[in-house]
T-cell receptor, first 111, second 111 residues
Framework: DAGVIQSPRHEVTEMGQEVTLRCKPISGHNSLFWYRQTMMRGLELLIYFNNNVPIDDSGMPEDRFSAKMPNASFSTLKIQPSEPRDSAVYFC?????????FGQGTRLTVV | GENVEQHPSTLSVQEGDSAVIKCTYSDSASNYFPWYKQELGKRPQLIIDIRSNVGEKKDQRIAVTLNKTAKHFSLHITETQPEDSAVYFCAAMKGNEKLNFGTGTRLTIIP
């Protein structure tokens, strides 16, 4: 298995633009997590899904953020409109209880 | 919700010495405790984990201990090497819920 695959690896966008981050979890895993990492705030859980159903989105910063998991092999995290303070590394992780494995992350820069 | 505290935030040890990182958790129902290593610019990688029915687990130079009564667990690295330099995160999970991460420890091995 290739592991958790995220795309793009890097994204530079202008403030106000829509950004979509993508994640393909490990086949057979039934939980998927979206994390954001910054120097100031560390690793923050944004949202997680069990069996494609969103379970806890309390970490989503505001309505500008949305996440979907239309099937077991794909998830997206969308930011619309993007702001400079959204600049961070966004990680997707998947698990089949209990071990969780991270993707390589997407480094987002909003200018 | 679960609260995981991690200490110290930074740790420097001489090459060949041992390093110990400690974490405490608040929810006595948590039953899974992984440790992740994150090298600069890379993803967090699972290095060792322990479940609540075990008090200690060892894998070559790394070991993890768990004290359920006191609600704390520790990572021990012996015979440290330069490649052990990284940020280490502990986490706690209850059942099939989300991973709650500590704030990380930056470990530096001094040659």
């Amino acid at each position: 298995d290739a592991g958790v695959i995220q795309s793009p690896r890097h994204e530079v966008t202008e403030m106000g633009q829509e950004v979509t981050l993508r994640c393909k979890p490990i086949s057979g895993h039934n939980s998927l997590f979206w994390y954001r990492q910054t120097m100031m705030r560390g690793l923050e859980l944004l949202i997680y899904f069990n069996n494609n159903v969103p379970i806890d989105d309390s970490g989503m910063p505001e309505d500008r953020f949305s996440a979907k998991m239309p099937n077991a092999s794909f998830s997206t995290l969308k930011i619309q409109p993007s702001e400079p303070r959204d600049s961070a590394v966004y990680f997707c992780a998947s698990s089949f209880w209990p071990e969780a494995f991270f993707g390589q992350g997407t480094r987002l820069t909003v200018v | 919700g679960e609260n995981v505290e991690q200490h110290p935030s930074t740790l420097s040890v001489q090459e060949g010495d041992s390093a110990v990182i400690k974490c405490t958790y608040s929810d006595s129902a948590s039953n899974y405790f992984p440790w992740y290593k994150q090298e600069l610019g890379k993803r967090p990688q699972l290095i060792i984990d322990i479940r609540s029915n075990v008090g200690e687990k060892k894998d070559q130079r790394i070991a993890v201990t768990l004290n359920k009564t006191a609600k704390h667990f520790s990572l021990h690295i012996t015979e440290t090497q330069p490649e052990d330099s990284a940020v280490y995160f502990c986490a706690a999970m209850k059942g099939n819920e989300k991973l709650n991460f500590g704030t990380g420890t930056r470990l530096t091995i001094i040659p």
